[in-house]
Antibody, heavy 124, light 107 residues
Framework: QVQLVESGGGVVQPGRSLRLSCAAFEFTFNNYAMHWVRQAPGKGLEWVAVISSDGSHSYYADSVRGRFTISRDNSKGALFLQMSSLRAEDTAVYYC?????????????????WGQGTLVTVSS | EIVLTQSPATLSLSPGERATLSCRAS??????LAWYQQKPGQAPRLLIYDTSDRATGIPARFSGSGSGTDFTLTISSLEPEDFAVYYC?????????FGGGTKVEIK
């Protein structure tokens, strides 16, 4: 059974940094691009970033580009999101999600498995 | 970026009724549209991808249609577990974007 487990959320002051992790189980991790999607309290879904299956390519939402960095460790089945210069508007539940389509060229895809999310609260 | 507008914001229906949810794109996205269901406190669940293909394990009462800029998710006969928020998502152009959601509530 595919499983994604996020960790690393918490309360952080504006301007500080935080690193989220996502552990992947029961699928061939290095065959799929992976995404981060966030959801502010009571709001809708916002796509944040994607990384290719081999980690060589990534794309970001304008709202986080230059502040967030997505990375992965295929040897450990792990996905990361390094967040810096955090703002109050970054407060959200952050989900990692798996690309439905596999392969090296498939970044743009529906998202078929999601973790349970980790809450990041940016507040002084 | 491509803006997805979902309507209505809230749909009040009874179990057994048919639900029709709309998603309109600000420009043509071909058939690159997916639908998700989200229940309170849970992660989204993929229902439909590429307009009309049901994801694994999704019941046949869920169906999708449309092309270009106008898309529809239909739930043929609402079951109690179908009352939730539904989001559409496009993958035609970066950035990936989601609609604002439609809440299907019990009337």
């Amino acid at each position: 059974q595919v499983q994604l487990v996020e960790s690393g959320g918490g309360v952080v002051q504006p301007g500080r940094s935080l690193r989220l992790s996502c552990a992947a189980f029961e699928f061939t991790f290095n065959n799929y691009a992976m995404h981060w999607v966030r959801q502010a309290p009571g709001k809708g879904l916002e796509w944040v970033a994607v990384i290719s299956s081999d980690g060589s390519h990534s794309y970001y939402a304008d709202s986080v580009r230059g502040r967030f960095t997505i990375s992965r460790d295929n040897s450990k089945g792990a996905l990361f999101l390094q967040m810096s210069s955090l703002r109050a508007e970054d407060t959200a539940v952050y989900y990692c999600a798996k690309n439905y389509f596999g392969g090296s060229g498939s970044y743009s895809s529906p998202l078929d498995y999601w973790g349970q999310g980790t809450l990041v609260t940016v507040s002084s | 970026e491509i803006v997805l507008t979902q309507s209505p914001a809230t749909l009040s229906l009874s179990p057994g009724e048919r639900a029709t949810l709309s998603c309109r794109a600000s420009q043509s996205i071909s058939d690159f549209l997916a639908w998700y269901q989200q229940k309170p406190g849970q992660a989204p669940r993929l229902l439909i991808y590429d307009t009309s293909d049901r994801a694994t394990g999704i019941p046949a009462r869920f169906s999708g249609s449309g092309s270009g800029t106008d898309f529809t998710l239909t739930i043929s006969s609402l079951e109690p577990e179908d009352f939730a928020v539904y989001y559409c998502q496009q993958r035609s152009k970066w950035p990936l974007t989601f609609g604002g959601g439609t809440k299907v509530e019990i009337k």
